[in-house]
């Protein structure tokens, strides 16, 4: 089990792309500490890990207190003991046109995935450096910080954001053998996804991604046991596009259309 004896941290781990990966984790051998908003939810993920014979804890936190989040981060690496791994998953998004936008929603959104993120990354870094450890920090962007998307002002350029902010912090612990990376989903089959994508949404993301398809959350979990893995120690300040081509497809004609 290559992660046995680390220690991780996942935010956004109740349910979805963030449970997913503490699984995948956890499966790998990884000790964790589950956060989320989400007391029930969170309590019940972690529980099932500790069923399943993995040593896990969960943590109630609302990412938005930003006060509140290098304290927490702190005290689960004491409670674990130590600190290798930290997945920054939390994040919120809204879907609005350009001209409806409003400032709060700028404001509610990058409290979360910028601030929020940058104020976690902060204090995991910080106890590395302190305790010598050459950890790893993933941050879960979207390709829609890659791309421009229709309706996602505020949500897509709050990925950017994170997007930089995973370069520059790759830079500069990149002397203390920290690494950071970032991975960016394409459309994932999630729960939250399949209450708010509707059919003309589904069917304009299956008509942009290659492969035709949605991904899964286990598609996504995978991409960060490899970054978190020693075998990715000489892989930072990357942003792995896990989204079935979409980032790097441009006009899709069909194959029939070219003949």
Request: a neutral charge; zero cysteines.
């Amino acid at each position: 089990m290559p992660l046995r004896g680390k220690r991780a941290v996942v935010t956004g781990a109740a349910a979805g792309i963030g449970r997913a990966i503490a699984e995948r984790l956890a499966r790998a051998g990884a000790s964790l500490t589950l956060i989320d908003r989400a007391g029930d939810a969170v309590e019940g993920a972690a529980g099932a890990l500790r069923a399943q014979g993995a040593q896990a804890r969960a943590m109630v936190l609302d990412m938005a207190e930003l006060a509140a989040v290098e304290p927490a981060i702190r005290r689960a690496a004491e409670l674990m003991g130590g600190l290798e791994i930290l997945v920054n998953n939390a994040g919120i998004a809204a879907q609005k046109p350009f001209l409806e936008h409003e400032l709060g929603d700028f404001e509610r959104i990058y409290r979360i995935n910028v601030m929020a993120l940058f104020a976690a990354s902060r204090a995991a870094a910080a106890w590395m450096v302190e305790h010598n450890v050459p950890g790893r920090i993933v941050n879960i962007a979207s390709v829609a910080g890659l791309r421009g998307s229709t309706g996602r002002a505020a949500y897509g350029s709050s990925k950017a954001a994170v997007i930089n902010l995973t370069q520059v912090a790759a830079q500069e612990l990149a002397p203390h053998g920290i690494t950071v990376n970032a991975v960016a989903p394409g459309p994932i089959e999630t729960d939250m996804v399949r209450a708010v994508h509707t059919e003309r949404t589904r069917a304009g993301w299956l008509r942009e991604v290659p492969m035709g398809r949605y991904g899964e959350p286990t598609d996504i979990a995978e991409a960060v046991a490899y970054l978190v893995s020693d075998g990715a120690g000489y892989v930072t300040g990357h942003v792995l596009a896990v989204d079935g081509g979409f980032a790097a497809s441009g006009l899709l004609i069909p194959l029939e259309d070219l003949r």
